[in-house]
């Protein structure tokens, strides 16, 4: 029996088995590759879920940590937090509308704040039957009551009824139909500008200005989610400033902390500061630790990593559409570093099982899509050696 064999029974054996693993145990990382604990070595390009835009253990990352980590770990919010307040404003610099910044630990939380938040700022505005929460068909938003009620995803949704009333979706990318769902109703619009678990599905040019616009005009707010597209994992620190625009609220988590849990919501400061004392919190929300680390991350990603990271992106991109020609990728669609490539002709899982046969990790969103979410780190001849291997494991996929 191998080690990996041994980890995947004692897991069948110890963990709750709401997780479909696939056998593979990395013990170790360093930048874009994993090893296993047999030794076998990948590379890791689903990236922790769009998390790891530094990749795994960057000496920036592990040197704020561990100083953090010999200095002072946590204390609550009873107290003022210079790391937090320091991020706080680091962050808040990065989105101009933004004013006011709450900090958690993952995406789903961050959502929750969000959605909260939107309820609250009508009804402290003596409109509490503005309480409806506009979402999008096919969306995700994380695993919470709230958040997989908003989600657009029935299959996270059974089982777990009665669920959060108040919600309603609308087909993503269609403009009509937010506009005829929006009515004075509507506390807000939630809305993720690339749709990623979904398969990294591409709204139509103009549909964030559309949504923005129309919540204007409907007197709703307008709240992206940007747990998976935030922190330069399209080229640019936040994807909606592609389109120019800028929300009421917008979550943060994954890349936030490279690796390391943390959460963030952002908000303008007219809805910001209707999150009043004790109305929400969270014990471990901007702990020390969390913040130095995402600190780092932001001082990566200004200091030339974003920069260079929409250099390696077009080079990766060019080498995925290069593998067209074998007839078996008929789409590669995303952006920057969060990209999808739908395959035809043969099934996306049995892909995954050939690319990671070969040792490249990805992630097959049902038959059609292959999620490739890298570290902002890759260099050209790592991107290089990916498209090779998915182009082998393309070629020795069965057919469908
Ligand atoms: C867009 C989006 N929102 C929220 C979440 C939930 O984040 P977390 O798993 O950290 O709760 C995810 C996770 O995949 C996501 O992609």
């Not at 064999?5 to 170790?28: F, G, S």
């Not at 139909?177 to 506390?187: I, P, S, V, Y």
């Not at 398969?199 to 707010?221: E, Q």
């Not at 399209?234 to 936030?256: C, F, N, V, Y």
Request: aromatic content about 6%.
């Amino acid at each position: 029996m191998s080690l990996t064999d041994d980890w995947a029974e004692r897991a069948r054996r110890a963990l709750t088995p709401n997780y479909k693993q696939q056998p593979v145990a990395p013990v170790r990382g360093e930048g874009v590759r994993v090893w296993d604990a047999d030794g076998k070595a990948y590379l890791e390009f689903l990236g922790g879920v769009a998390v790891n835009v530094l990749g795994h253990c960057h000496p920036a990352a592990v040197k704020a940590l561990t100083e953090q980590a010999r200095t002072l770990w946590h204390v609550s919010n009873h107290y003022f937090v210079p790391k937090q307040i320091e991020l706080a404003e680091r962050l808040l610099a990065t989105a101009p509308f933004a004013a006011r910044a709450f900090f958690c630990n993952s995406g789903a939380e961050a959502n929750e704040a969000m959605l909260k938040l939107a309820r609250k700022y009508h009804a402290d505005r003596g409109q509490p039957q503005r309480h409806e929460i506009l979402a999008t068909a096919g969306s995700f938003h994380g695993r919470t009551l709230f958040t997989v009620t908003v989600g657009g995803q029935e299959k996270y949704r059974h089982g777990f009824e009665p669920l959060v009333p108040g919600i309603r979706h609308v087909p993503y990318g269609d403009v009509a139909a937010l506009e005829q769902a929006l009515d004075g109703k509507t506390a807000a619009f939630v809305v993720e500008p690339i749709q990623g678990e979904a398969g990294v599905v591409m709204p139509p040019p103009g549909y964030l200005a559309a949504a923005r616009d129309l919540t204007r005009r409907a007197g709703a707010l307008l709240c992206l989610d940007e747990v998976q597209t935030g922190m330069g994992r399209t080229g640019r620190m936040w994807a909606h400033q592609h389109e120019g625009i800028t929300p009421d609220l917008m979550s943060s988590a994954k890349a936030l902390g490279a690796g390391f849990p943390i959460g963030a919501l952002l908000a303008s400061e007219e809805v910001g500061a209707h999150l009043t004392a004790g109305s929400h919190g969270s014990t471990f929300g901007g702990n020390p630790l969390g913040c130095a680390v995402a600190l780092a991350v932001l001082a990566e990603l200004e200091g030339g990593l974003l920069e260079r990271s929409r250099q390696v992106a077009a080079h990766l991109r060019r080498g995925l559409e290069g593998l067209a020609a074998g007839g078996r990728v008929a789409q590669v669609r995303g952006l920057g570093l969060l990209l999808g490539v739908v395959v035809r002709g043969v099934k996306a899982g049995p892909v995954m099982q050939a690319a990671r046969e070969r040792g490249l990790l990805v992630n097959a969103i049902g038959d059609d899509v292959l999620r490739l979410a890298p570290p902002l780190t890759l260099t050209p001849a790592e991107a290089d050696e990916a498209v090779e291997k998915l182009g082998a494991a393309l070629a020795a996929a069965p057919a469908a």
